[in-house]
């Protein structure tokens, strides 16, 4: 069964990956990806890459049947058993979780693989949207050509950025 | 027929308009494209042709060749960047 949460509050990791797999003795591996809030500047040096905050803001409504409907096409191509999508929204800080993908399965390379499929799909298929507040404003995040690149790998094609 | 019209993130803060009502004769979703652009000022720059705005109807993305009927939600946005 499907798990998708919008929401501004922070998540655990382990308390989500506990509950993922609570009681399920099927399963064998456990694959998350946790997407976090980088500073720019950390990684350039230059103080105008500076990110202060990131605000994100999505489609109430579309957003959850996109990504539910994505983990339905994820389980017609890889066997999983359960999957979990957090995506955080509001106003989020460097360092800040942004969004959890967890999938279990009875053996690695399934949910290795489908994790990395959500992943692929979220980025360029679910409404969200990035404003980074810099030292020159605050700004819109452009969509990378790169994303639609990832989600081709899996016969998908994207035409998003 | 009437549309319901919604507008997400660099659009909506352009139009400064998170949603509206929208009297329409449009068959798809390049007709009410159309019929916005003709509004002219800001819808005509955000929805310029050849600027890159996506689409959802009855919050499914679509392309401009959608159809649109009474009642439905169209939401227009630019690409997404979540993740």
């Known amino acids: 069964m499907a798990q998708v949460r919008i929401q501004h509050e922070d998540f655990n990791l382990s308390d989500e990956l506990a509950h993922l797999r609570a009681n399920d003795l099927r399963v064998g591996a456990v694959c998350s990806f946790v997407g976090t809030v980088r500073d720019t500047r950390a990684i350039t040096g230059a103080s105008g890459d500076e990110i202060r905050t990131m605000e994100l803001e999505h489609y109430p409504g579309m957003t959850e049947k996109a990504i539910e409907a994505m983990i339905e096409e994820a389980h017609r191509r890889f066997d999983f058993y359960e999957a979990l999508v957090i995506h955080r929204i509001g106003v989020l800080r460097p360092a800040d979780q942004i969004v959890l993908v967890a999938v279990t399965s009875a053996h690695r390379g399934q949910s290795f693989q489908a994790c990395e499929f959500l992943m692929d799909y979220l980025k360029t298929q679910a409404p969200f949207w990035k404003k980074e507040e810099t030292p020159q404003g605050a700004q819109w995040v452009d969509a990378r050509v790169s994303d639609d690149a990832a989600l081709a790998r899996w016969g998908i094609q994207a035409s998003n950025a | ?83």
């Open chain 2, 1 to 83: 027929m009437n549309l319901q019209v919604r507008y997400f993130a660099s659009i909506r803060e352009a139009l400064g308009l998170s949603s509206e009502m929208v009297e329409s004769h449009a068959r798809d979703v390049a007709g009410l494209l159309n019929e916005l652009r003709a509004r002219g000022g800001a819808y005509a720059e955000v929805l310029a042709e050849g600027r890159p705005v996506r689409v959802a109807v009855n919050q499914v993305m679509a392309t401009p060749s959608t159809p649109v009927a009474a009642g439905a939600e169209v939401g227009f946005f630019p690409p997404v960047t979540g993740g």
